[in-house]
């Protein structure tokens, strides 16, 4: 099982740091992430495993809602399945 | 792998186009709940429904986050009461609607719908009882809704009924004219009505179904739209083709979101809805696809071809995508829930005639249109005969939901807040049909129903 994590919004230091903590909290391993900096747009999807988690996926959920709130970014978490069964047949 | 850009498409989808669930309804029989005395039916009517549905909320709103799509109505679809009010000789079947009302209060959903009377080839014991009995229901009520079916293919139209629900809705919008004549906005008159109906007013939980069931409705008529402005110069071929493979990616998440719930729920999955059906939020609109396939305005002549080419490719595109497709299945045009219909109603863009044109190639019927409050009962008894008709005659589910605009007149505005929207007061015609309706008995089934 993996989740999908974007982040985008102002750049500014240690966005990177931040999520991530936040996913070693919650036992999710990141598995790869890719990053742009465009002009100074920040722009980053994650992607970790989700099968160890040490919570309940939503309170990951809740926590990275949280800290889009206090960093001005917007972050999604959404689990995988969802671009599998849109856009595979 | 996960692909980047489908990642970015599918949030692009979800931020800025509104694709969203439109709905998850759990279809619960009442069947069991029959009982002679009336208190002892409602006390079973009230636990099995708290009982079934108690965690549907909850769930609906774990897939929502977890998934990241937002699911915007949870609801529950009952057996029509007037099968499970026969026993109950005597006594007034509002005490259902308002057993249905705390049951929908105690699980949480905004409505539920049921309080339901299929009267297609004539009343049978408690059905002119319910139908008479649905502007209190209605009224003394807000989460309850109601339908009738009038007619089928199989059995033609009872006009008796159509006469009867006439009235029937004139009552709803008098009985409600503080509230706007919301009451109104609660009954839809069906022909061809299906069971397995997620879309309110006009869900309810047929016969034939199982006992409890999960039913998914899924909308994005901003995708759509976007989609298609993104290919100015395609000849329409090429259009009814990008649409047919975005309806595919819609009804897939309508798809897994079912599935989901179904087995959290523990509750056997029914169908994908997999309807175009708008809100009144702008970039929402099922008028705005048609407008942007090419026309000035929606309601201009050839609005009822572009309209038919959308519903055949959402179909076509989503029939694949999930392996149980049912319910209405197609675009949705209520006029008070679109924006681009609200606009083309308002600036004279879209008569009631074209309307009633445009229902013979789309889902459901003439929906969510206000109508001047001096219309008489026969002329809106004639309205939902002429629907009736098309949908008999052509094997499709119609409907008509209007709504008599008391005190008002043509031009005036209702609003009704939230998803239901605002809609001006349309012209109708005034010339009457009171003989025609008067004559009363039954429509005979048309030769397409000689079938077997």
Redesign the interface.
């Given at each position: 099982m993996?989740a999908?994590i974007?982040v985008i919004g102002k750049d500014s230091v240690g966005i990177l740091a931040k999520v991530s903590t936040i996913c070693a909290q919650h036992n999710a391993n990141v598995i790869d992430v890719?990053q742009t900096v465009m002009q100074d747009l920040f722009a980053m999807?994650m992607?970790t495993d989700i099968s160890g988690l040490n919570s309940d996926?939503?309170k990951l959920?809740?926590k990275m809602n949280e800290l889009g709130k206090t960093l001005g970014l917007?972050i999604?978490?959404?689990?995988?399945?969802?671009?599998?069964?849109?856009?595979n047949i | 792998m996960v692909n980047v850009n489908d990642i970015l498409e599918t949030i692009k989808m979800i931020q800025e186009e509104n694709l969203d669930i439109r709905t998850i309804t759990m279809g619960i029989s009442l069947l069991d709940c029959i009982d002679s005395d009336i208190d002892k039916a409602c006390e079973n009517v009230y636990n099995k429904i708290t009982h079934c549905a108690k965690d549907l909320v909850k769930v609906g709103e774990d897939i929502e986050k977890e998934y990241g799509i937002p699911i915007i109505n949870k609801r529950i679809s009952v057996t029509p009461i007037a099968i499970v009010s026969a026993a109950c000789k005597g006594a007034s079947p509002v005490k259902f609607a308002l057993t249905m009302e705390k049951a929908a209060i105690a699980c949480g959903v905004n409505l539920i719908g049921g309080y339901s009377a299929l009267v297609q080839k004539g009343f049978s014991a408690g059905d002119l009882e319910l139908i008479e009995s649905i502007p209190e229901a209605l009224s003394v009520t807000s989460r309850v809704c109601s339908s009738v079916n009038v007619g089928s293919t199989k059995t033609g139209i009872n006009l008796d009924a159509c006469k009867i629900m006439g009235k029937v809705v004139k009552q709803c919008a008098e009985k409600t004219k503080d509230q706007n004549c919301f009451g109104a906005a609660k009954l839809v008159v069906f022909c061809n009505a299906p069971e397995d109906n997620p879309f309110m007013a006009g869900a309810f939980h047929g016969v034939g179904e199982p006992d409890c069931i999960i039913n998914v409705g899924v909308s994005g008529p901003g995708v759509v739209r976007a989609a298609v402005a993104k290919c100015p110069d395609a000849d329409i071929t090429e259009i009814a083709d990008v649409i047919k493979k975005i309806a595919f990616k819609i009804t897939r998440v309508g798809q897994l979101v079912g599935t989901e719930a179904s087995k959290r729920l523990g509750v056997p999955f029914g169908i994908v809805d997999l309807s175009l059906a708008p809100t009144p939020a702008v970039g929402d609109s099922v008028a705005y696809i048609l407008e942007e396939i090419g026309l000035e305005q929606c309601g201009t002549h050839g609005t009822t071809a572009t309209l038919a080419l959308l519903n055949d490719a959402v179909k076509k595109g989503g029939v694949m995508a999930s392996s149980k497709i049912g319910g209405l299945s197609g675009a949705f045009i209520p006029v008070s829930e679109d924006a681009g219909m609200i606009e083309a109603a308002r600036s004279g863009a879209i008569s009631i005639e074209k309307l009633e044109a445009m229902t013979a190639v789309c889902s459901v019927g003439l929906d969510m249109i206000v109508v001047p409050g001096d219309i008489t009962e026969d002329t809106i008894a004639a309205i939902i005969a002429d629907e009736a008709a098309i949908g008999m005659v052509n094997f499709k589910t119609t409907a008509v939901r209007v709504i008599p605009a008391i005190g008002s007149k043509i031009g005036d505005e209702l609003e009704f807040g939230g998803l239901f929207g605002s809609g001006p007061v349309m012209k109708i015609n005034y010339k009457s049909p009171s003989k025609f309706i008067n004559r009363g008995g039954q429509i005979p089934a048309p030769l397409q129903s000689l079938k077997n």
């Open positions: 993996r999908v974007t890719t999807i992607l996926f939503t959920v809740d917007e999604h978490v959404m689990h995988e399945d969802i671009f599998n069964s849109m856009h | -």
